[in-house]
């Protein structure tokens, strides 16, 4: 659903890939081991592979981005229209 919403909102412009083991080990909480990292309860993050930022977490906000609620412009919109816009407005 973000990656959908994302790139109807703006085609093109972001690039996903999940799990990845380099980007997931810059998440680890400090003293989680890195062998529990991939199956964090409750863990849901969006970063930017080019910095590190941590847009989004789901631990840390305590609610999930993307939980149905309000369709598409609940959460997930307001995080589009907010962070999203940014980033792309930051690069222009």
Known sequence: MLVKKVNTEF?????????????????????????GALWRKGAFEVLRKDNGQILYSKKSAGEHLVDGKGGPEGKLGMFCSTVMASLVTENV
């Open 11 to 35: 085609p093109g412009q972001f690039d996903f890939s999940w799990n990845d083991p380099e980007y997931l080990k810059q998440t680890v909480p400090e003293g989680e081991g890195w062998e």
